[in-house]
């Protein structure tokens, strides 16, 4: 079949798979290839068994899946063949030289620029999908136009706004697509054809453009504003543990305030994601190295925010459970970072059964979907660690349930017949205040929302 563009995508994670499948959904037109360097992701993409959960997905991927969305390793092949390459690499923090622990690490970004560079024998234009520091499309062109070979790149920066576990709705009708470029005659007509592939069923006016370096800017300062949200109603939540005010009461009332807005104002254990705090930090790191040390200060408190709201509440499970967690029993429900999907990167569960684990406490783990990815984020915690995917018989036997994900069905659950078969004192520690604290506390249980005063027994 003749297609009317072909459009490759390097990078079959989180982001390339289901930002590509939803254009070949919506675009029959178009031939769209995802191609990585894991040949297990790409064999799992090529399985009913994807190699991330989404809802929606599946039935995307289904449709579209070897009609115009081919999934293979050939990235040399599928560089040659396209007219389009997003970039949807990974752009983790560094963990060594300079920059460790704060910088993006831009590694397999530049492998995949020069490789582009060395399999191209045709103009390409080339789109930033992952998320990168302000500045990066610069030295993008420098490599792809290194060789001097006479071949036209055109770059453009088109990040990613999706959330997890609402990536399909996101993608299917988005708040807005950002696509920014060099003013150049070429760029601008580069960036109308990436135009042209949104509008077939994005509305013109939620696709805005700007210029390439605003554009990588956005994704940073997007991110940093969302999750700055969570550190400041995070940080009134400690406030009103110590005097008896109530986080909802107050999330309401200001988020009344149509300048303030109500959405992103529920308290939590904290964020998580592979992207809030890597992206905060690179912003931070920027802000360093451009001597902005004030602006950086005001930022990376957001992120020390996030540390001391996961250890506060750590403190208030030992305090509860009189000063020792040793051989109690403490069930977590949920591992994934948010609700509805698998994804445990940076999940704030990790940190907290770490912290349990050097308390010395047992570890039940349940979760719909994250159990595997739950592992393998706990590989190196020493001590007794269960993982259970039903939550009644994770709660079955212990001290403690803390709730680490906001999954609807544990809202659900018969929390008398939990109550029945735990330790007595049963207590909860609910870390995204989805259950019905009153209830639990008519039950029995001694109740440690987050925010709000506790309910207990004693
Ligand atoms: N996860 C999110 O919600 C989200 C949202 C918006 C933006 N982003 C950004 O998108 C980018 C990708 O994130 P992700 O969550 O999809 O990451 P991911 O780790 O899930 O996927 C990245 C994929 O790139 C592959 N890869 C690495 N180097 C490669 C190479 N040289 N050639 C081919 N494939 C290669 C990896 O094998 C991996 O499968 C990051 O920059 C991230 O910040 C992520």
């Given at each position: 079949m003749n297609f009317k563009k072909t459009i490759l995508c390097i990078g079959a994670g989180y982001v390339g798979g289901p930002t590509m499948a939803m254009i070949a959904y919506k675009c029959p037109q178009y031939k769209v290839t995802v191609v990585?360097?894991?040949?297990?992701?790409?064999a799992q993409w090529n399985?009913?068994?994807l190699p991330i959960y989404e809802p929606d997905l599946g039935e995307i991927v289904k449709t579209a899946r070897g009609r115009n969305l081919f999934f293979n390793t050939d990235i040399e092949k599928g560089i040659k063949e396209s007219e389009i390459i997003f970039v949807s690499v990974n752009t983790p923090t560094k963990t060594y030289g300079t920059g460790a622990g704060m910088a993006a690490d831009l590694q397999y970004w530049e492998k995949t620029a020069r490789q582009i560079r060395d399999c191209a024998d045709s103009h390409k234009i080339v789109v930033e999908k992952s998320t990168l520091p302000v500045k990066t499309a610069l030295a993008m062109e420098r490599i792809l136009t290194s060789m001097?070979?006479?071949i036209r790149f055109d770059v453009l920066s088109n990040p990613e706004f999706l959330a997890e576990g609402t990536a399909i709705k996101d993608l299917e009708d988005p708040g807005r697509v950002l696509i920014g470029s060099r003013e150049t005659p070429d760029c601008l007509k580069a960036?109308?054809?990436?135009v042209e592939i949104y509008a077939n069923w994005v509305p013109k006016e939620r696709i805005i453009t700007s210029n390439i370096w605003s554009s990588e800017l956005s994704k940073l300062v997007s991110n940093a504003f969302l999750a700055q949200r969570i550190s400041s109603i995070n940080s009134i939540s400690a406030l009103c543990e110590k005097t008896d005010a109530n986080i909802i009461e107050v999330s309401r009332a200001v988020g009344m305030d149509s300048r303030v807005g109500n959405k992103f104002l529920n308290t939590s254990v904290g964020f998580g994601g592979s992207c809030f705090k890597k992206d905060i930090l690179n912003l931070v790191y920027i802000c360093r190295s451009q001597g902005l040390d004030e602006?950086?200060?005001y930022w990376e408190?957001?992120?020390?925010?996030?540390d001391y709201q996961k250890e506060r509440f750590i403190l208030n499970m030992l305090s509860a459970m009189f000063n020792t967690l040793a051989g109690k029993r403490i069930c977590l429900f949920g591992f994934a970072f948010k609700a509805n999907t698998g994804d445990t990167r940076e999940s704030p569960a990790i940190?907290?059964?770490?912290?349990?684990a050097e308390e010395k406490a047992d570890l039940i783990i349940t979760d719909p979907q994250a159990l595997k990815n739950a592992m393998i984020a706990l590989s190196d915690v020493n001590g007794e660690i269960d993982y259970v995917k039903d939550p009644y018989d994770a709660a079955a036997g212990c001290d403690a349930i803390a709730v680490m994900t906001e999954w609807d069905i544990y809202a659900g659950l018969d929390f008398e017949k939990i109550y029945k078969s735990m330790t007595k004192p049963a207590f909860v520690f609910d870390g995204r205040n989805i259950l019905d604290h009153e209830k639990l506390f008519e039950i029995g249980f001694n109740v440690y929302p987050i925010g709000k005063p506790a309910l207990t027994h004693f």
């Open positions: 990585d360097i894991n040949p297990e992701r790409i399985s009913d068994d001097n070979n006479g960036r109308d054809a990436l602006v950086a200060d408190g957001v992120v020390k925010i996030n940190s907290i059964a770490g912290r349990l």
